[in-house]
Structure formats: structure tokens, C-alpha cells
Antibody, heavy 122, light 110 residues
């Protein structure tokens, strides 16, 4: 059974960097048939895909245009986890952040983390 | 404003059949698979339908999906009180080159 366990602060000050980690059990971040995503949800923006990382002989990352200049998603094979960093945050970045997996064969976002409410406030 | 259009709400009585629509464009639904998710209060979304009409193991056959042209639909038959929640469609956008979500439909079981 795959489990995704999120960790990170729930409060970040404006202009600082939001950092979250998603620890994987029951699968490997290096799985050649999987991709690892970050998605957020807010009342104003709904569900919004932020980006993904995946391994296909080498590491790849893709990011949403809306956050492309501020986002970084990185795998950590030694800890079997991946992370999200979002810089220069504003109150607009307040949301519940989720990590999720997608598996080749069409199983898009088949497992999700528990969600982390991140509030951007001074 | 979401890239995919869903009705904000839907409702039905227990045992009824309800459908939720999701419309997009050629570069989205028109040329890609559609996925449906159920989000119960206070929980993460759950994959309900993948590749337009396939059900993951464990999802009851009361849930079914279909796609035609640039629109897709989720049908729930034999409505139950535990089906109350939010439902979202998702597809790949060929123009943006990433995954896009519908705005969600809140299902109420009367």
C-alpha cells in the first residue's frame, strides 16, 4: 500500500520561501513508471497543479506556468521523498498543498498525501 | 476561473441517478483522457474514474464516466448519502502542457 506523508510549516511569512516534503512508503521516488506531483487547493483558485518530478533514466521536472519562476521540486533518493519549494510567497499562495503520485497505465493522482494547510501571513 | 467548466452544484435523492458534466476545448478534453475525483469533506481527492471510463479497483460500478468530443460526464446511479461531496474533472492541456482541473461540482443528496 502506497502512503504519502507530508511535512512542513503551516505558517510562512510573505516574501519568504514555502517548503514542504512528501515522504513515500510502499513505492520508490525513482520508480520508472511513476511521477510525483504537487497540487494545491484554495477557495479562490480551486485545485491547481503546480508541478512534478519523475525518473526516466534521468530526472525530469515540469512546472505550471503560473509558478514557473518561483517553484522547485526535488527528489531525495536517500530518504525516498520529494520536496516543494515556492519562493517569494504572497497571501495568494495560501492554500492546502497536496503531494500525489501518478502511475503509468492511466492511474493519474492515484495516491495523495494528507494535505498541508499553508497560510501566508506576517 | 477554471479551464474546465463544471456546474457548481448538483443534487438528487437516494437511489436516483445524477450526472455531472465537464466541458473544455479541443486542446484539452478533445484530445486527451479525462479523469474524475471525489473529495469528501476534510479529505484529499480520490481517483474515481481514469482514462474517460475506467474504474480503479474498489470503486463501485455505480460510478461511470464517458466522453464525447470536448465534453465528459460522470454518472452516479443508486445515489447514496455517502456520495455527498465535491467532484472534479481533470485532463491534460496541450496548449499549457500541464494538468488542468474543473472548478468542481458540489453534490448534495437530499
Amino acid at each position: 500500500q502506497v502512503q504519502l506523508q507530508q511535512s512542513g510549516p503551516g505558517l510562512v511569512k510573505p516574501s519568504q520561501t514555502l517548503s514542504l516534503t512528501c515522504a513515500i512508503s510502499g513505492d520508490s521516488v525513482s520508480n520508472n513508471n511513476a511521477a510525483w506531483h504537487w497540487i494545491r487547493q484554495s477557495p479562490s483558485r480551486g485545485l491547481e497543479w503546480l508541478g512534478r518530478t519523475y525518473y526516466r533514466s534521468k530526472w525530469h521536472t515540469d512546472y505550471a506556468v503560473s509558478v514557473n519562476s518561483r517553484i522547485s521540486i526535488n527528489p531525495d533518493t536517500s530518504k525516498n521523498q520529494f520536496s516543494l519549494q515556492l519562493s517569494s510567497v504572497t497571501p495568494e499562495d495560501t492554500a492546502v498543498y497536496y503531494c500525489a503520485r501518478d502511475l503509468s497505465g492511466g492511474y493519474l493522482f492515484d495516491y495523495w498525501g494528507q494535505g498541508t494547510l499553508v497560510t501566508i501571513s506576517s | 476561473q477554471s479551464v474546465l467548466t463544471q456546474p457548481p452544484s448538483a443534487s438528487g435523492t437516494p437511489g436516483q441517478r445524477v450526472t455531472i458534466s465537464c466541458s473544455g476545448s479541443d486542446s484539452k478534453i478533445g484530445s486527451n483522457y479525462v479523469y474524475w475525483y471525489q473529495q469528501l469533506p476534510g479529505t484529499a481527492p480520490k481517483l474515481l474514474i481514469y482514462r474517460n471510463n475506467q474504474r480503479p479497483s474498489g470503486v463501485p460500478d455505480r460510478f461511470s464516466g464517458s466522453k464525447s468530443g470536448t465534453s465528459a460526464s460522470l454518472a452516479i446511479s443508486g445515489l447514496r448519502s455517502e456520495d455527498e461531496g465535491d467532484y472534479y474533472c481533470v485532463t491534460w492541456d496541450d496548449s499549457l502542457n500541464y494538468w488542468v482541473f474543473g472548478g468542481g461540482t458540489k453534490l448534495t443528496v437530499l
